[in-house]
């Protein structure tokens, strides 16, 4: 599978997946340690994919995202943005309010699969 195969599955198998460096327990930037905090604050389980352990996601996502830096933060298939939107979304709650129905979304669809 290619790189961007396998980024696309990543991102379709996730409801809720933060590409970021380092892992939620040991961020490797300033940047990740506030998406990982938001995300946490939302209380729902969330996927993550370490960058910098994949050389190949790290060069590639901001093709496939458009995006150029990291963290991002996918939602049921849609680039939400990094840490400066993130902390925008939840301070007017709308992150919550996503984080939410994406969590449930994703649970019901265990219970059915």
Request: proline share 5%.
């Amino acid at each position: 599978m290619d790189v961007m195969e396998q980024i696309k599955e990543q991102i379709e198998s996730h409801a809720i997946l933060l590409y970021m460096k380092g892992s939620p327990k040991l961020p490797q930037c300033g940047f990740s340690s506030k998406a990982v905090q938001i995300l946490m604050a939302c209380g729902q389980q969330f996927a993550f994919v370490d960058i910098l352990a994949n050389p190949e996601i790290r060069a590639n996502l901001p093709k496939y995202a458009n995006w150029p830096t990291f963290p991002q933060l996918w939602v049921k298939g849609e680039l939400i943005g990094g840490s400066d939107i993130l902390i925008d979304m939840y301070n007017s709650g709308e992150l919550q309010t996503l984080i939410d129905e994406a969590a449930g979304a994703d649970k019901a669809e265990q219970k059915e699969g």
